[in-house]
């Protein structure tokens, strides 16, 4: 490979993975959610909510790649009835980060978002498919082969969004250390479930 191609590469391989970082990383429902439910559940009862993202985004990337995801929204009258649906569905996950008792409360009366809650936040997330679609689309990693360069860009984001979720469940999680205090485990609760729905409504609006 010739210098001038190889520093292409490279270029494409940093951009890509700035990229991934940034659109993955920042504030947004699957990350404000993951964060929420670490600090109204705890770190070890959100493992699943947080497996079941990961997996959801893996289908968010495999619908983004092929294009089918472009082929849904052009069909007419499509487009307001999914924002309809997934509003109700972040209001209902807002609802129960909200309303979830202090950890001091009995644990059978306790019931996090499970893993099919957090399949379904990512394949609800308009962020995730925008995200995923510009990735795929705007970066060129393997040139000599389509399908591999879609499974490279898969594997690597994978990597990085199973990573940067983490660091969101953490400091949730660590929350609920501090916040044992009904009054002020509820408010925390609260102020998650708000900008849960605040950023739902941005990534739908944007």
């Not at 495999?62 to 929204?73: D, E, F, K, P």
């Not at 924002?83 to 059978?108: D, E, G, H, K, M």
């Amino acid at each position: 490979m010739r210098t001038g191609e190889r520093g292409k590469r490279m270029d494409a391989w940093i951009g890509f993975l700035l990229a991934g970082l940034a659109l993955t990383g920042s504030p947004g429902p699957a990350t404000l959610g993951i964060a929420a439910t670490g600090a109204a559940f705890g770190r070890r009862r959100g493992i699943p909510f947080y497996l079941g993202i990961q997996i959801g985004m893996v289908l968010v990337m495999t619908i983004a790649a092929s294009g089918a995801a472009g082929l849904v929204l052009t069909v007419p009258g499509v487009r307001p009835v999914i924002a309809v649906a997934v509003t109700l569905y972040f209001a209902v996950l807002a609802y129960r980060i909200a309303t979830a008792p202090p950890l001091s409360a009995a644990q059978v009366d306790r019931h996090p978002p499970s893993l099919v809650a957090g399949v379904l936040l990512s394949l609800a997330n308009p962020k995730a498919y925008a995200s995923m679609a510009a990735l795929f689309s705007g970066f060129v990693l393997i040139a000599d082969s389509a399908a591999i360069d879609a499974a490279t860009k898969l594997a690597v984001l994978v990597v990085i969004i199973g990573s940067v979720d983490m660091c969101w469940l953490f400091p949730g999680a660590a929350l609920t250390r501090v916040f044992r205090d009904p009054a002020r485990n509820r408010v925390v609760n609260v102020v998650f479930a708000v900008v849960l729905v605040i950023s739902i409504l941005v990534a739908l609006v944007v």
